[in-house]
């Protein structure tokens, strides 16, 4: 941490050499430049997953991200793989929200009040622990990403009544309308309230329940924001991520994953002015990326992901060290059961686009 940033640089790239192509370093679209410099491929949770399945021949997956995209690359990558996480305390405050103990109680509820009319299909978002999507996998459920939830929507109404969506509320709110789902139809689950705050027939009439969880960064977005950015540039294109508030994503003219996003920036008109609601990092990166346009967050104070933010070039330093003194540190395994069930959910999240 007392190295300069020249020194790091130095230090990380000897590091690098000296492991060869045994080691990959994935980095999501939210770190700092810092970081996403070092990054052999970058992208979504969605593209992430994609890639570290499909780098049978690297011994190393160094990803830098946050705990839950460290969990899901080691299971669906080979046994005689490493995955590391930089920096064990970058997690996230979404997928804290939903603990397994909860989610398990609020299953137990759901079958015991709906009875025999308690077709259920989980959806679990990507932002969760392996433990929840394990529950999916053991109860025929899938995983999604923003890339590919309605996809998952589909998926899973043509196989039950209802679906449990963890734990993004917003998410899942937005995509459900997205699908013709109605707001009469969708109930939010508190798991801190007898049968989540419904009454037994509020349930029964539901097709969409959604758990109380939310994005600290993406419900910071407002309405008003929009307003203001079209008042100063008329002919602006507001695009945000669909873990924003159904009033953000209905105000803004699209709404997509950090890919879709990305897409959208590259793909204007030089000239274009284009409004962003998502993470501050990846705005930054796409507006020097694109010199040609006008790229702006729609937060002007909006913070970074702070948990994404705690990894830091040292860290990355350090683990290459070990590695090439044979010391492995900061590797995330989850346990074979677990694994076996979340793999069946994730697998079915890559065979669904």
């Known amino acids: 941490m007392r190295m300069s940033p020249e020194e790091l640089d130095e230090r990380i790239a000897e590091a690098r050499a000296k492991l060869g192509d045994s080691t990959v370093i994935l980095g999501h679209h939210y770190q700092r430049d810092e970081v996403i410099k070092y990054a052999d491929y970058r992208g979504d949770s969605f593209n992430l997953s994609q890639y570290a399945a499909s780098q049978k021949s ?95 929507f589909d998926w899973a109404l043509e196989r039950g009544r209802r679906i449990l969506f963890l734990p993004d509320q917003h998410l899942g709110r937005n995509t459900g309308l997205k699908m013709g789902i109605g707001l009469d139809e969708m109930v939010v689950w ?35 924001q929009i307003e203001q950015a079209r008042t100063a540039h008329p002919d602006v294109h507001v695009v945000v991520h669909p873990e924003c508030t159904m009033e953000v994503v209905q105000a803004a003219d699209s709404n997509g994953s950090t890919e879709y996003i990305r897409r959208v920036v590259a793909d204007s008109a030089p000239g274009s002015v284009v409004a962003v609601g998502t993470e501050i990092s990846m705005v930054n990166r796409l507006a020097a990326e694109n010199p040609d346009k006008k790229i702006f967050c729609l937060d002007s104070v909006v913070c970074p992901c702070s948990t994404m933010y705690r990894i830091h070039p040292a860290y990355m330093s350090w683990v290459l060290d070990g590695l090439n003194e044979g010391v492995v540190v900061n590797q995330i395994t989850v346990d074979e059961d677990t694994a076996e069930q979340a793999r069946i959910s994730l697998d079915r999240m890559l065979a669904v686009v």
């Not at 801190?192 to 977005?221: D, M, Y």
Request: some cysteine; glycine content about 8%.
């Open 58 to 152: 690297v011994e190393n997956i160094i990803f830098c991200g946050v705990h839950f995209m460290a969990e899901t690359a080691d299971i669906l990558s080979a046994p005689y793989q490493r995955v590391i996480l930089p920096n064990l305390t970058a997690g996230c405050s979404m997928a804290d929200m939903a603990r397994i103990d909860d989610v398990l109680d609020c299953w137990d509820d759901l079958q015991d009040e709906l009875g025999d009319d308690g077709d259920i299909i989980p959806i679990t978002y990507m932002n969760s622990t392996a433990a929840i999507k394990a529950h999916c996998g053991r109860n025929g459920g899938i995983v999604c990403t923003s890339s590919n939830a309605p996809a998952t």
């Open 190 to 224: 508190n798991p801190f309230k007898p049968l989540g705050g419904n009454t037994v027939e509020e349930l029964r009439n539901a097709r969409l329940i959604l758990w109380q969880g939310h994005c600290s960064v993406h419900t910071r977005f407002t309405v008003q």
